[in-house]
């Protein structure tokens, strides 16, 4: 069963930072490109960040300069580093694996996400 | 960016009714649209792909049309599990999802 388990959610202040890990299994891992996706009430479900399988990596400019998406192969573990957050930031990120090694970003696996909140 | 904007805002219809969805992008996305069926407390589920392609384990009674900027998922019979709310999501041009169409019980 594939399967992707999100952690490092929490309570953190504007400014801060945080590191979310995502623990995936089921499939093979490095054979597929990877995403974090967020979502609000307010502004839905917003894509953050993807890895292929080979390493490259995509943002939107919301997040650019301020998130870093990474991938361990050998760990079958996907990370997000967040740092500089802002309130705006504030959501439930999940982690979904997508149809392809690159350049497919559908997202047909997702994980029970995990909740950031960025308040003093 | 592309905006993707989904109609109605809320269904409400009964079990075994048919069930029309409606997604329209900013910009023509080709078929490269994909739908998505999230309940309370579960994360998004994906449908259907690049425009009509059913995802694995998917039943029958859903089905998506469309190209360019205009996109239609069906749900031919209403069974009570598919009351939920329903995403559209572009990859054409990064990735962008619509607001969301809430298919209540009416």
């Known amino acids: 069963e594939v399967q992707l388990v999100e952690s490092g959610g929490g309570l953190v202040q504007p400014g801060g930072s945080l590191r979310l890990s995502c623990s995936a299994s089921?499939?093979?891992?490095?054979?597929?490109?990877v995403s974090w996706v967020r979502q609000t009430p307010g502004k839905g479900l917003e894509w953050v960040s993807g890895?292929?399988?080979?390493?490259?990596?995509y943002y939107p400019d919301s997040v650019k300069g301020r998130f870093t998406i990474s991938r361990d192969n050998s760990k079958n573990t996907l990370s997000l580093q967040m740092n500089s957050l802002r309130a705006e930031d504030t959501a439930v990120y999940y982690c979904?694996?997508?149809?392809?090694?690159?350049?497919?970003?559908?997202?047909?696996?997702w994980g029970q996400g995990t909740l950031v909140t960025v308040s003093s | 960016e592309v905006v993707l904007t989904q109609s109605p805002a809320t269904l409400s219809l009964s079990p075994g009714e048919r069930a029309t969805l409606s997604c329209r992008a900013s910009?023509?996305?080709?078929?490269?649209l994909a739908w998505y069926q999230q309940k309370p407390g579960q994360a998004p589920r994906l449908l259907i792909y690049?425009?009509?392609n059913r995802a694995t384990g998917i039943p029958a009674r859903f089905s998506g049309s469309g190209s360019g900027t205009d996109f239609t998922l069906t749900i031919s019979s209403l069974e009570p599990e598919d009351f939920a709310v329903y995403y559209c999501q572009q990859r054409r041009n990064r990735v962008t999802f619509g607001p969301g169409t809430k298919v209540a019980i009416k």
């Open positions: 089921g499939f093979t891992f490095n054979t597929y490109a």
């Open positions: 890895i292929s399988a080979s390493g490259g990596t």
């Open positions: 910009e023509s996305v080709s078929t490269y």
């Open positions: 979904a694996k997508e149809l392809a090694a690159v350049g497919n970003p559908y997202f047909d696996c």
């Open positions: 690049d425009a009509s």
